[in-house]
């Protein structure tokens, strides 16, 4: 078979520069003021605004006398850059074998929480994503200017990565806390600051992270990892583009069809190349589109947020309607781009490229038939919403192109169509559109079935390897939880196991009859800012008795943006997300709590629904693939761990009969996860 493209898969990047101003701890001391700020004006993107530069100049004033004693001892680093969070650490410090991350509060009397969280997250940020960061001592520290000088507090117990607990101290004391903490923390060896500079700084960001990083002009190189046990996500986005350029050069119209496990950033790939291509006047432009709900309001809005900060940080007011009116034009809830196509059933979509996220999710023809005439009120509607979506950009009549970003084992709820439909109606109607599948579409859980059989006749049908994504980068500290899942779900009992052992290390997993027991685990776990919260299958009615009801209201955008503070933030832990809430996004720690909707027993899985006062048999395939699916989304929401909770149950009480939740409990225990 001819080869249309060439996929450039170097994923080569620039160096580029992180930080504003860099010197020798000696030489920063013997510096001229004005000489360190001329040289960090020089680097600063935006407009420096006088009160940045006041607070550079009592900066550099304070850390001149503060770094004094320790003047042969390492390298000091102004606004660092950690592209992954979209913002600068003040200052890094690399003195003997301590990395101190330290955050200035000029000004500033007291210590926040808030800023507490955000100087342990750029720690984290380090410990996490920095190559040469990994192994060394790292201290974060908070320095309110104008505090009063108080006893130094260092906590000697850490996490089990030399992570230190964030130290909080005035200005005068600033000197003593490196002292102590250098005297507290000896082990290792003394950073080399060259070899420290050149660790490469591989992220795996939230999709939330991702996509205000993108939408802020970052690369996708800058913000995700680029390891070797890790498929390049450069090499995918630059084998879309070069379809993309390829098609409008031709005059082609073409699909590219890309898989991936869960959490190995097809989503992300989708936003890099929509914010490539936001410019409405230029041919490229391009749309995301999603029919994930929530996916798409948390995404929304945090990008305005984002853009609200940014603009401030130049010195530009901006309303958040305003930054929203500007994000709603690249990410559209697909509903909204197909009922836009309804009103001119002749005229072509502004986009010439269309990317679809969870295209498997699209809709079957007994669905969208059925949406149409009870909502639209279009009688005989004869199009599947795969079918239709393709004759939209279809009335282009130079070129176009078509993205579907597919999961595997991702339908959850009734009428979505799976990839097959997207193959089948290219099959019935759209003869001369190019296809290029991932080459692991045959795998089992895409579904594709007969239909990817009939593609291999067609004289413009090409597989290409870089179409998929077989990691998950979801969880940087475990790269096989997608794997331990598929094979807890499938009950391979042995395989499971093995992988356990393998994750356990760095992915703690594990189990308890207890919510409170539970709660307490996360609260343990999570530092800075790092993002928990309860899932539960949107089955799990018999919850109440542990204060969990999945059908009280909530808000995915406070539960996946709004701080710790906020009752209906995630934090609080009383308002819960289903499978529907979560599907697409992610979170650092997660609580999964398994009701009896969903119940182990020797033969297989049994699939229950309650409905009244009982539990009522599923016996609908579809709908029990829909609900082990739920399960899939809900076990592979966590980014570092998470704790399982299968409740005791009540004999008192027949519709949560212990009976119903101890063999599920039996088999986690069977799996070897460490119990709490």
């Not at 190995?264 to 409405?280: M, P, R």
């Not at 009969?657 to 225990?669: K, R, T």
Request: include cysteine; charge should be neutral; glycine fraction near 6%.
């Amino acid at each position: 078979m001819a080869l249309w493209l060439d996929c450039d898969d170097s994923g080569v990047l620039s160096k580029m520069e992180r930080y504003y101003y860099k010197s020798d701890i000696a030489n920063f001391i013997n510096a001229s003021e004005a000489a360190i700020l001329g040289e960090m004006a020089s680097n600063n993107s935006f407009t420096l605004e006088t009160s940045q530069r006041d607070a550079w100049r009592e900066e550099i004033l304070i850390l001149k006398s503060a770094l004094m004693p320790f003047s042969g001892q390492g390298r000091i680093y102004f606004e660092y850059s950690v592209p992954r969070l979209g913002k600068r650490i003040d200052v890094v410090a690399a003195v003997g074998r301590v990395l101190f991350i330290l955050e200035f509060k000029v000004g500033e009397r007291d210590f926040p929480a808030q800023a507490i969280d955000q100087v342990w997250d750029y720690a984290l940020d380090l410990k996490n994503f920095h190559e040469t960061s990994h192994h060394c001592t790292i201290a974060p520290v908070l320095i309110a200017t104008a505090a009063q000088p108080k006893n130094i507090s260092i906590a000697t117990t850490q996490m089990h990565d030399s992570l230190i607990f964030p130290i909080k101290t005035g200005t005068e004391k600033l000197s003593e806390v490196i002292r102590q903490v250098l005297l507290t923390f000896t082990e290792g060896s003394v950073i080399d600051p060259d070899i420290w500079e050149q660790g490469r700084y591989s992220p795996t960001p939230t999709i939330v992270e991702a996509a205000m990083a993108l939408y802020g002009g970052h690369s996708v190189g800058e913000i995700s990892r680029r390891d070797a046990s890790a498929v390049n996500l450069n090499a995918t986005s630059d084998c879309i583009t070069q379809i993309i350029k390829t098609s409008k050069t031709k005059g082609y119209k073409s699909v590219c069809l890309l898989t991936g496990v869960p959490g190995a950033g097809k989503t992300l790939v989708g936003l890099n190349i929509a914010t490539k291509h936001t410019d409405k006047n230029n041919d490229l432009y391009s749309v995301f589109l999603s029919g994930n709900g929530p996916l798409v309001a948390v995404l929304r809005k945090a990008l305005a947020r984002d853009k609200v900060r940014r603009e401030k940080d130049a010195g530009r007011r901006m309303k958040e309607s305003e930054a929203m009116s500007e994000v709603k034009m690249f990410i559209q809830n697909v509903h909204n781009f197909r009922d836009e196509c309804l009103i001119d059933l002749g005229r072509p979509p502004i986009e010439h490229v269309a990317l679809f996220d969870e295209a498997q999710r699209a809709w079957n023809l007994e669905q969208t038939s059925s949406f149409m005439r009870r909502k639209k009120h279009i009688a005989n509607f004869d199009q599947s919403e795969p079918e239709f979506l393709l004759s939209c950009m279809d009335r282009h009549s130079d070129w176009a192109v078509v993205v579907c970003l597919v999961g595997g084992g991702q339908e959850i709820n009734t009428g979505e169509a799976g990839i097959s439909e997207w193959i089948e109606s290219l099959l019935r109607k759209f003869p001369d559109w190019y296809i290029y599948a991932s080459s692991r579409l045959t795998d089992s859980e895409y579904a594709a079935g007969k239909a990817l059989e009939l593609l291999k006749g067609r004289r413009n049908f090409q597989t290409v390897d870089e179409l998929h994504l077989s990691v998950s980068m979801r969880s940087f500290r475990a790269e096989n939880v997608s794997l331990l899942v598929k094979q807890m779900l499938d009950l391979d009992e042995n395989a499971a196991n093995k992988t356990r052992q393998q994750v356990e290390a760095t992915y703690p997993i594990v189990i308890t009859r207890s919510v409170q027991k539970a709660k307490d685990w996360l609260r343990q776990k999570a530092r800075g800012s790092e993002r928990y919260g309860i899932v539960v299958s949107s089955q799990a009615l018999r919850l109440k008795p542990d204060a969990i009801d999945v059908r009280s209201p909530m808000d995915p955008i406070h539960w996946f943006l709004n701080g710790k503070e906020d009752v209906r933030s995630s934090y609080y832990l009383e308002d819960v997300a289903t499978e529907f809430h979560v599907q697409g996004l992610e979170l650092d720690w997660a609580c999964v709590t398994w009701d009896a909707d969903f119940r182990y027993a020797q033969a297989g899985w049994e699939h229950w629904s309650f409905c009244g006062d009982r539990w009522n048999h599923i016996r609908k395939v579809e709908r029990q693939t829909y609900q082990k699916n739920a399960y899939r989304v809900l076990l592979t929401r966590a980014r570092q761990g998470m704790v399982v909770v299968v409740p005791p149950g009540d004999a008192a009480d027949p519709t949560r009969n212990p009976a119903f939740y101890d063999p599920i409990y039996g088999y986690l225990q069977r799996l070897g996860f460490n119990e709490i």
